[in-house]
């Protein structure tokens, strides 16, 4: 933290992660879509399916943690731009294939 702009970097994080997953929002089922710093959030009326919700994140390769009516990440602030686009796209697909799996959430 001393030696690179990683706080800076949180705040660019911010604004890249409400835009990447913001795909989210019009997802049957889904509340809203939010990033703090380095943490993004969907959340969701309901999680349900979460065996398939997390075998479908480990079949894309990502880390996503369902929690309570949230689906979020905390991506690594080393991240780069790439990578991050990457995550979120596939966070994208996960919650779209997954908010249809019996109708809406």
């Known amino acids: 933290f001393e030696t690179e702009p990683r706080l800076d970097?949180?705040?660019?994080m911010?604004?890249?992660l409400a835009s990447l997953l913001s795909p989210?929002?019009?997802l049957p089922g889904v509340i809203d879509v939010r990033a703090k710093g380095a943490v993004g959030v969907v959340q969701v009326?309901?999680?349900?399916?979460l065996d398939r919700l997390r075998a479908q994140i480990v079949d894309e390769g990502i880390w996503l943690r369902p929690f309570g009516d949230m689906i979020y990440m905390t991506p690594p602030l080393s991240i780069t731009r790439e990578e991050l686009q990457t995550l979120?796209?596939?966070?994208?697909?996960?919650?779209?294939?997954?908010s249809t799996w019996n109708g809406e959430m």
């Open 45 to 49: 009326k309901q999680l349900h399916h």
């Open 9 to 12: 970097r949180a705040t660019a």
């Open 14 to 16: 911010e604004a890249e």
């Open 88 to 98: 979120c796209e596939a966070t994208v697909r996960v919650v779209r294939e997954w």
């Open 24 to 26: 989210c929002r019009e």
